[in-house]
């Protein structure tokens, strides 16, 4: 049976390697097995170092665990008050926001395009730059123009012209019509001169005081002033005839006359449609147009964004609508600018969701259906303050927050 006995024995200080601490040292005897001589083995212990222990903690370790509890403390602090803080944010309005990040900011811009053909000049229009309404963009070549307006002067000074002239005829004309007036009143005159001789040598004819030559006289003087009444009578509906000839053909000069003034018209607004100006202010973008290029009516060369008017179109989840009212107050959070929150109004709701203005709208008659939900427009109104400073641009993503607990007229109202 084999027996262990372990002795410690002490190591003096000044027998032991250069330190301030006692050393233990740990000798282990091992008892002799039977069979064998009993042996003593002494093995070398471990030497065991420790520092002189003064019985407190060092003071460094005691300020490191006291700095952290303090952090701590702090910190536990710092997150019940935020954590107290956001959920008073939340019960008392939070949880009245009706929220999206489908949302866009927005403008009516045009596109400008020229109204007639041409070659282009000049380019005005520069790219980013703001311009004032009337300003000019683009400049057309306007010699064709010019030769035009010169023509129509001169076919309406020959017009003119004409219309003296068939002026001048229609005075002779109407004197005429007066000489024939005279005539017929000179032969009608004659014609009852000649009836009353007439009408003596047939009295004498019967006395037998007159001979019959001269009541064949009288008789034929009476049938050529007869006569001479007649063409009297014509001359007078031919002159008459004449001066409403002259009048229908001043009526047509006239007309004539006119149709040339609206081609002078027409000329001088292509004179100046040569120059093409902003139709309002705005920013001019996306420029497609050069010097010395052919243009042609409705083509595109530029766009001009108003900046001042632009506005922000949310698209909200039906599911979000009912709570949403034409008026209510927005909160408008631009990804450009997270420290510029903007507040807009409520100004309209789209009609329909978007699927329905689609280009092929959906039909779901047939087939297996699907529920999607669908999302309708919202739009936002800008401050015009806000929209001054040109900070919004068209396409920039925003996040639209209403509130649903201001008053105002109701979505689904019809009124």
Do not use: C, H
Not at 102 to 123: C, E, H, L, Q
Not at 304 to 328: C, F, H, M, W
Request: charged residues 25%; aromatic residues 4%; neutral net charge.
């Amino acid at each position: 049976m084999e027996t262990q006995v372990n002795k410690i024995a002490l190591v003096k200080p000044e027998q032991a390697a250069p330190v301030t601490t006692p050393v233990l040292l740990r000798e282990t005897v091992e008892a002799p097995d039977r069979a064998k001589p009993a042996q003593t083995e002494v093995r070398p212990a471990p030497v065991i170092t420790t520092e002189k222990s003064t019985g407190a903690p060092p003071p460094a370790k005691r300020n490191g665990k006291g700095r952290r509890s303090l952090v701590l403390l702090v910190a536990a602090l710092l997150l019940g008050s935020a954590g107290s803080y956001f959920g008073y944010e939340w019960w008392t309005s939070g949880r009245f926001m009706v929220s999206t990040d489908d949302a866009y900011v927005g403008a009516d811009f045009t596109t400008v395009s020229p109204r007639i053909a041409g070659y282009v000049t000049t380019v005005l229009a520069e790219t980013n730059k703001p311009v004032r309404a009337g300003d000019a963009l683009v400049t057309l070549d306007d010699s064709d123009e010019r030769l035009a307006i010169a023509a129509a002067e001169s076919q309406i000074a020959s017009q003119t012209a004409a219309i003296g002239r068939i002026d001048r005829q229609i005075e002779a004309a109407k004197t005429a019509v007066t000489q024939a007036q005279a005539a017929i009143d000179s032969a009608q005159a004659d014609l009852d001169l000649t009836a009353a001789d007439l009408k003596r040598a047939q009295k004498l004819k019967q006395t037998e005081f007159a001979s019959p030559q001269t009541l064949e006289r009288a008789t034929a003087a009476q049938e050529k002033a007869q006569a001479s009444l007649d063409t009297a009578k014509a001359g007078l509906t031919s002159a008459e005839a004449n001066v409403a000839v002259l009048q229908a053909q001043r009526v047509e000069a006239e007309r004539a006359l006119d149709q040339d003034r609206n081609t002078l018209d027409q000329k001088k607004l292509d004179l100046e449609r040569t120059v093409i100006r902003a139709p309002f202010d705005g920013v001019i973008g996306n420029r497609a147009v050069q010097s010395g290029q052919y243009v042609s009516p409705g083509q595109r060369l530029l766009a001009l964004v108003p900046l001042s008017k632009v506005y922000v179109d949310a698209n909200y989840k039906e599911t979000q609508l009912a709570g949403i009212r034409v008026g209510a107050p927005a909160e408008i959070g631009v990804d450009a600018y997270d420290d510029k929150p903007v507040t807009g109004t409520v100004e309209s709701i789209a009609p329909a969701s978007g699927a329905v203005f689609s280009l092929l709208p959906p039909d779901n008659a047939t087939g297996n259906f699907t529920k999607v939900t669908q999302r309708v427009a919202v739009r936002i109104a800008v401050p015009a303050n806000v929209a001054a400073e040109s900070l919004l641009r068209p396409g920039m993503s925003v996040v639209v927050s209403i509130d649903s607990r201001a008053g105002g007229k109701k979505v689904a109202s019809s009124e």
